[in-house]
């Protein structure tokens, strides 16, 4: 089954109204690519404003956009600083990320909340990007495919295949995050194979179908290789997403025709 890669930027806690205009205009000004989708994931009080200057999308283009949380409760209340799945999609927001590793090692998302904040996005219409992904000293330890296996269990375990829908999984090695430092395609390539297989013991339409990102450090040095691996389906780019060249680029990485 063909799967149409994405290329989604996590802009994370950067920017201005001012940056972020140059930004998105560079970006929409030299879009060739259509054969990918796209995705801007800019912080909670830039999301209007980029939702804005993507009406001047060209016709014919996919560019998406996403947020970096959102609570896991479902409705309105007294939660005072969070911000709920139904109002993210009020505003247009399409793709949102569930368990980012930095949500899970500096604010203490749990497994239990990244289920619960999946299910929230679900029901409010959000497409989820559950993020899974292995620290230095998991990966030392030979402990990768265990503790992804048991990020994916938080939620497959509840959300079978009948509620999965068009959610995404993105891999993001912890260590690579940041640091300069990419898996190698090898390493890519296994674990993106182990997720795949855990989805097909899910179901075998599951496992076809589900785009699995990789996110760590990619950039267009790298994009190309990272992109032929089969069960790769895209990229959660960070900081190459906040220059519009680097961010096209990888995009054309990703393309079939690139």
Request: net charge neutral; aromatic share 6%.
């Amino acid at each position: 089954m063909a799967r149409r890669k994405l290329i989604a930027g996590n802009w994370k806690m950067v920017g201005t109204t001012a940056e972020n205009q140059a930004r998105v205009e560079a970006i929409l000004a030299a879009l060739t690519i259509n054969q990918v989708e796209w995705a801007l994931l800019p912080a909670f009080v830039h999301l209007t404003q980029v939702a804005a200057l993507l009406k001047q999308l060209p016709q014919g283009f996919a560019v998406r956009l996403g947020a970096q949380h959102v609570s896991e409760q479902p409705g309105p209340g007294a939660f005072t600083g969070e911000v709920s799945a139904l109002m993210l999609k009020d505003i247009g927001v399409h793709y949102v990320l569930i368990g980012h590793s930095e949500r899970r090692s500096l604010y203490g998302v749990t497994d239990a909340v990244t289920l619960a904040q999946f299910q929230a996005a679900k029901a409010a219409g959000l497409t989820p990007i559950l993020c899974v992904g292995e620290t230095r000293a998991e990966r030392e330890a030979g402990r990768t495919e265990a503790v992804i296996a048991r990020q994916l269990s938080a939620v497959l375990d509840t959300v079978k295949a009948e509620g999965w829908g068009d959610a995404l999984i993105a891999y993001e090695p912890v260590w690579a995050i940041g640091t300069g430092l990419a898996a190698s395609v090898e390493q890519a390539s296994q674990v993106h194979q182990f997720i795949r297989s855990r989805l097909r013991s899910v179901g075998d339409i599951m496992g076809d179908s589900v785009r699995i990102l990789y996110g760590g450090s990619v950039k267009p040095a790298n994009a190309k290789e990272l992109f032929s691996v089969a069960d790769i389906d895209g990229g959660l780019i960070g900081g190459a997403a906040l220059n519009a060249a680097d961010f096209l680029a990888i995009g054309a990485a990703a393309s079939p025709s690139g």
